[in-house]
């Protein structure tokens, strides 16, 4: 349990406190403190909990667990552990150049103003086609993927910045006339993964 | 409208956010990704129901 949804919980029950005061008594909404008793207890208060509540279950969303949470992706979720560094979402996950409990998220969501919101629809519009549509074979990206999220970290750093072979195409990467998987292109590798040997190190 | 329809429709607002608020704590505790769907769709809701409808009884009194 996070602060934050320590203090939703806190909210919540304050809030219920109050309005069953409300609801015995209504009387007290009769005289001006009892007005704003009322107003605080019946929007105020039950608005600021949606608020926090609605920011706490976005930030829960963004979790690696949450997205392994559909069995769709638990092989994608097992390739994070492939032993192999070369397999990319491997060796950010288990070296830990992301967030491990933000894997999934870092990756695929848009380095946008409104990437965040964007990637959220596209949740909610997974988790229709998880209960309601038929689940494709084969998951594959909306779009293919931008170095504009490889960069968004990798901009600036040392290890991408001094590498000649970088060096040499920096401004086709920067445009995405070369794309980052051209060369770095093993990635999840589902299908192979009964072949391959598992990283069953610590990630907590 | 009367003191006494005014209560009712306040113990009703109050039963809406109190059932929206409860839906809502309980989501938060289900690890599952109808989670938030059900906060904001029950939860929310609710709670937009309750509220408005103290708002509307206010307004009207």
New interface residues.
Partial sequence: ?TLL?AG??AL?LT??AL??L??LR??L??ERGG?ML??I???IS??A??WV??T???E??KTT??CL??HEMTPYGRSLRIADGDYLPAGHFQNNRLRREEACYTCHTTYTMFGGVRAKMQG?QH?FV??LGTIPEKIELYNPYSNRECLHCHEGARSFEDLEDHADIREEIASGDTSCIECHDVVHDVENLGELEMWEGRTE | MN?ES??KR??L???L??A???V??V???W???????A??VL??TL?AA??LL??YS?VSH
């Fill in positions: 349990m949804d939703i919980v919540a809030t219920i309005i069953l409300v609801v209504p009387g909404t009769a007005k009322a107003f207890a019946l929007f039950p608005v909990a949606t509540g609605t706490s279950h976005i829960h969303s667990s949450f949470s559909c909610m988790v998880h209960y | 003191a005014l209560y306040l113990q607002s109050g039963v956010v109190v929206g608020l409860i809502e704590v989501t938060l505790y690890a599952h990704p109808l989670a938030f769907v906060f904001i939860g929310g709670v309750g509220t103290y708002l206010i």
